[in-house]
């Protein structure tokens, strides 16, 4: 698994003692997309739907793509915007609209959407899929949300081998029983100052890192299948 910390993190002292990390940068807080460009092992792009959503604005499509032209390259990928609360419709619609690379691009499938709108995406090229909590299944980890988890890569392991899955906010899912092949998470920058035992941000992603999921789906796993190491 992938552990891509959510940025900016500051101050920028902190930030470089993450150098070699996976990070993930925000179009609605660019704010350290330059510096992560010079110290990270890989970038995933968020496409600040979210922030949007909650702030009330609409998300400037034209201008995100824009702004990944000089930042979008092996390794790092980007999230095509997706339509928070919207319906299926309004987003394939997007992702028809997205010029960029399908390897280079993630689709979202959020979880209140129906599982044959996640086999669409599956079949429709691109690199990766990430989960999207939404409407019952807003609250990552509850019961619901386990439950619905299971039915979709329970349908997608009948079909093949698990694709690259995302999990959005979703990193302390790491060492539960779904293969994501990564996930993100704001847990460092928001918390390091307040974690005593860590003392710095990269102590704290170090056992964060150090906390895996499996590589295929088995149904029958329980949760956890690995206790933090440090």
Not at 82 to 97: A, S
Not at 125 to 134: A, L, Q, R, T, W
Not at 183 to 197: E, I, L, P, Q, T
Not at 215 to 220: A, C, F, I, Q
Request: charged share 25%; hydrophobic share 35%.
């Amino acid at each position: 698994m992938i552990h891509y910390h959510g940025t900016p993190l500051s101050p920028i002292s902190a930030l470089l003692t993450m150098a070699g990390k996976h990070f993930c940068v925000s179009y609605a807080r660019p704010d350290d997309a330059a510096r992560c460009l010079q110290i990270a092992q890989s970038i995933m792009y968020d496409n600040g739907a979210f922030s949007a959503y909650s702030k009330g604005y609409e998300l400037d499509f034209k201008g995100y793509c824009s702004w990944l032209e000089a930042r979008l390259g092996h390794p790092h990928w980007a999230i095509i915007p997706d339509v928070i609360d919207g319906t299926e419709e309004d987003n394939y619609n997007m992702i028809k609209q997205w010029p960029h690379k399908k390897e280079l691009s993630a689709v979202v499938w959020h979880m209140a959407d129906s599982i044959d709108y996640l086999h669409k995406l599956i079949d429709s090229g691109y690199s990766k899929i990430c989960f999207g909590s939404s409407g019952e299944y807003w609250k990552v980890g509850s019961p619901k949300w386990e439950e619905r988890c299971d039915e979709a890569f329970n349908s997608i392991a009948k079909n093949g081998q698990v694709p690259y899955i995302h999990m959005l906010r979703g990193l302390n899912m790491a060492g539960k029983r779904w293969p994501f092949a990564s996930a993100d998470s704001v847990n460092v920058a928001r918390n390091f100052k307040d974690k005593g035992k860590y003392k710095d941000p990269e102590k704290m992603a170090r056992a964060i890192d150090s906390v895996q999921t499996p590589v295929l789906w088995d149904e029958n796993l329980t949760n956890p299948i690995q206790e933090n190491l440090f």
